[in-house]
């Protein structure tokens, strides 16, 4: 009997490497031809106008509209404070470290009243 050897493995093959990708080159446009706009196929820039138009006039119409004004006596202690007094005192406290005066309650308390009329609380 005669034995049979076992059929060698192929060759290893090498791959190809892969085609190097060309180079975009810029689309060079003539003088009456404008970029078209991706959207203006679907109307879609006149509506987006339209919409930033809108949003636009209703801002501004809400700038002219007078806020509700807040009923300080309602308001929580610490929101009543923030709302009237804290930022002037804040100014004054920070003018006072500034300066260190050998009075400093009277100096704050002038602060207060000679800068009151730029913090005062519309009610």
């Not at 990708?21 to 404008?34: D, I």
């Not at 003018?95 to 100096?107: D, F, G, T, V, W």
């Amino acid at each position: 009997m005669s034995e049979e050897q076992p059929a060698a493995p192929p060759p290893p093959t090498e791959t190809p490497p892969a085609p190097a990708a060309e180079p975009q080159l810029p689309v060079v446009l003539s003088e009456n031809e404008a970029p078209s706009n991706p959207h203006s196929e679907h109307g879609l820039t006149e509506n987006i106008q339209k919409i930033a138009s809108t949003e636009k006039a209703a801002v501004t119409a809400a700038e002219k509209e007078p806020k509700p004004k807040v009923e300080l006596q309602s308001l929580p202690t610490r929101q009543y404070l923030d709302n009237t007094v804290v930022p002037i005192l804040l100014q004054g406290m920070s003018a006072l470290a500034k300066e260190r005066p050998p009075n400093p309650i009277e100096y704050l308390a002038a602060y207060l009243l000679k800068n009151k009329d730029q913090y005062e609380v519309k009610s």
